[in-house]
């Protein structure tokens, strides 16, 4: 059974670091791997999508990587701002079936200080 | 903006009742997928339909349902509705193709009193 941890579950910065939040998830049997945000209360806004045989992709301030043998990805965050403080979600879609659900992490809430 | 629209966006309904969300994929997209996401977790699959058919489901009990129609706008229907329903519930379209990416709407908030 497919299971995704992310870490931390909380993250507080000052503005401008640069940083990083891990995924982890059990099964490399992935399509690919999506990282979203989500403001409080709010829906999902897709960041970045890594595709199963991708190993990084990048979108302005924003790189994912990917390495599916041993289950990670990590996304990084160069310059913060304040307008990141968000939870920052990923979701691995899975292989097995005809279905391509996506299985979640908790989620890091992050929080950028000016 | 994802072009995936939801509706209502917020509800309150009394426990036992019934409930029907709505949402309207994107153009070109023929697989919508729902989740239910309570404060401070991770969403949950409930369901996926693929050109009008359930195709694969959560771990929800069959008071949740769906339907997927012509256009590939979809409903999520709750019977008997529990206060543990309260949550927010996320619908995703996706275009054809295994590795395709998941567009999300702005999330139903449904509450249960």
């Known amino acids: 059974k497919q299971e995704v941890t992310q870490i931390p579950a909380a993250l507080s910065v000052p503005e401008g670091e640069n940083l990083v939040l891990n995924c982890s998830f059990t099964d490399s049997a992935i399509y690919n791997l999506q990282w979203f945000r989500q403001d409080p209360g709010k829906g999902l806004t897709s960041l970045l999508l890594?595709?199963?045989s991708q190993r990084e992709q990048t979108s302005g301030r924003l790189n994912a990587s990917l390495d599916k043998s041993s289950g990670r990805s990590t996304l990084y965050i160069a310059a913060s701002q304040p307008g990141d403080s968000a939870t920052y979600l990923c979701?691995?879609?899975?292989?097995?079936?005809?279905?391509?659900?996506?299985?979640w992490g908790l989620g890091t809430s992050l929080a950028v200080n000016p | 903006e994802t072009g995936v629209t939801q509706s209502p966006t917020h509800l309150i309904k009394t426990r036992g009742q019934q409930v029907t969300l709505r949402c309207s994929s994107q153009s070109g997209h023929n697989t919508v997928s729902w989740y239910q996401q309570a404060l401070g977790q991770g969403p949950q699959f409930i369901f996926q339909?693929?050109?009008?058919?359930?195709?694969g489901r959560g771990n929800f009990p069959p008071r949740f349902s769906g339907l997927q129609f012509p256009n590939y706008s979809s409903e999520l229907n709750v019977n008997a509705l529990e206060l543990d329903d309260s949550a927010l519930y996320l619908c995703?379209?996706?275009?054809?193709?295994?590795?395709?990416?998941?567009?999300f709407g702005q999330g139903t908030r449904l509450t249960v009193v």
């Open positions: 890594i595709q199963s």
């Open positions: 339909y693929y050109r009008e058919e359930e195709n």
């Open positions: 995703a379209s996706s275009p054809p193709g295994v590795y395709t990416e998941a567009f």
């Open positions: 979701a691995v879609s899975s292989s097995a079936g005809n279905n391509r659900k996506l299985i």
